[in-house]
């Protein structure tokens, strides 16, 4: 099976990574002592970095592997400016009027991300291509219908639907049963787009240290001390930007933030004009089960590239996620069946127990956590948020004003979410039975 399955020179890493590959091990000497150190080098981090130096702080940025090793180079690459969750969800949770500000405010931290793209000539082929979110459901269809009402009502954000009649003219697919259009979505390579960050960081001046695990902070009355397995930084402010890879040595923030895995896969290059024969409308593609899967077309256009949730919690095997993902792929594309899977990697999506992404302040400690899957675009907003209110003392972001939620017996390791998952993917197997 795996034989067939596997294209030749397999690889068990991020597709993103032939076109940035993960630098060799560089061990800088630790600095004495920094205004602000920053733990994890992701966009959260280096989004705060790039604030802060250029308001004159020194900036140390400490980093338990090579620089972006986790999620913020293993993404499906999707932006746009939504919440995961729903305004009805989220009026349950915060109210009618906190519900629409924190709407809103991601919807312009969207705009501030491609601004910021532009203005900073981020190579990292950024395109507006739109996203189709597909109905798997008759009922999710119409509830597509009235989500795109709403968004265009309220914010003002282009968005529409497409019966299943139409929608073979943008994805060829009969699986699902139209879609809802979010023409201003897009997609970017976020290997490339680290690498952005990662210069423009340095460029500032701000040291970036990789390869060196942080085993605890000790706060004292006038800094903090980051101890690390090399020795230890003194900083007057940190920030914590470590999401869903925050460890135990951090019990705190650890118990706040849920590891949620999930897989990807790249196929081989595709003959030419297939992909624009699969997908000839060029947008993204969501939908609507309950594990959702995501495609796109590589940036070059020569692939295919499908992500979906980790239906186990510690296990990552390869073979297994090819094979799974592969199933998911056919599925919607039975033409693919005899395509091989070039990469297929894993990376984990930090989750937060209110659904939404957090920054804030916990003694001389600020946090950015929980990006909910909305990692791009908000965990960038966020990290340069953060450096604003450790600059000031005060924000205005409702992404500021929430307190970071635990809950009783967990400690940081999701063992609820095999079991979740699994009883998931049975949801959308009986309601594609019945609707």
């Known amino acids: 099976m795996s034989a067939a399955l596997l294209a030749e020179g397999f690889k068990a890493e991020p597709y993103w990574w032939e076109a940035v590959p993960r630098g060799t091990a560089n061990l800088r000497p630790l600095p004495a002592a920094a205004d602000v150190a920053i733990v994890g080098s992701g966009y959260a981090g280096l989004s705060a970095a790039i604030a802060l130096a250029r308001a004159g702080r020194s900036v140390v940025v400490i980093e338990a592997q090579s620089a972006g ?12 400016g939504r919440l995961r969750q729903s305004y009805t969800a989220l009026a349950k949770d915060f109210g009618a009027e906190k519900a629409l500000g924190l709407l809103r405010e991601t919807w312009d931290a969207y705009g501030w991300f491609r601004g910021f793209v532009r203005d900073e000539a981020i190579e990292c082929d950024l395109a507006l291509s739109g996203r189709l979110i597909c109905a798997w459901t008759p009922k999710d269809m119409e509830g597509l219908k009235r989500q795109a009402d709403f968004l265009t009502k309220t914010f003002g954000i282009p968005a529409h639907t497409i019966g299943k009649e139409g929608l073979r003219a943008d994805v060829a697919t009969d699986l699902y049963h139209g879609a809802m259009v979010l023409p201003e979505d897009g997609g970017v390579d976020p290997a490339k787009y680290h690498l952005g960050l990662l210069r423009l960081a340095r460029g500032e001046g701000v040291e970036v240290i990789e390869h060196t695990a942080v085993t605890g902070l000790v706060e004292g009355d006038e800094a903090t001390e980051i101890v690390t397995a090399r020795g230890s930084v003194q900083a007057r402010d940190v920030i914590l930007a470590t999401n869903a890879y925050t460890g135990r040595e951090l019990p705190w923030y650890r118990r706040r933030v849920i590891a949620v895995g999930s897989h990807m896969i790249a ?29 796109r077309a590589s940036p070059d256009r020569q692939r295919l590239l499908v992500g979906g949730r980790a239906l186990q919690l510690d296990r990552v095997d ?15 594309f039975p033409s693919l069946a005899d395509i091989r899977v070039s990469h297929a990697w894993e990376g984990r999506v930090g ?13 001389k400690v600020h946090h950015v956590l929980g990006c909910n899957g909305s990692g791009i675009v908000m965990s960038s907003y966020l ?8 600059l000031s003392g005060r924000s205005t972001s ?3 004003q929430q307190e970071l939620p635990a809950r009783p017996y967990y400690n940081g390791i999701p063992w609820f979410m095999p079991p979740m998952t699994f009883a998931l993917s049975l949801q959308d197997r009986a309601r594609s039975w019945f609707g």
């Open 69 to 80: 090793h986790g999620a913020s180079t293993r993404s499906v690459g999707m932006i746009g």
């Open 267 to 295: 196929t081989s290059p595709l003959p030419a004009g297939e992909v624009d024969r699969l997908l000839p409308g060029g947008q993204l593609v969501n939908d609507t089960r309950k594990l959702a899967y995501a495609f």
């Open 318 to 332: 390869p073979v297994g996620i090819a094979r799974r993902l592969k199933e998911v792929l056919v599925l919607s």
């Open 351 to 363: 989750f937060t127990f209110d659904r939404i992404p957090h920054m804030g302040r916990r003694g």
């Open 383 to 390: 990290g340069r948020r953060t450096a604003e209110l450790l």
């Open 398 to 400: 409702l992404f500021a």
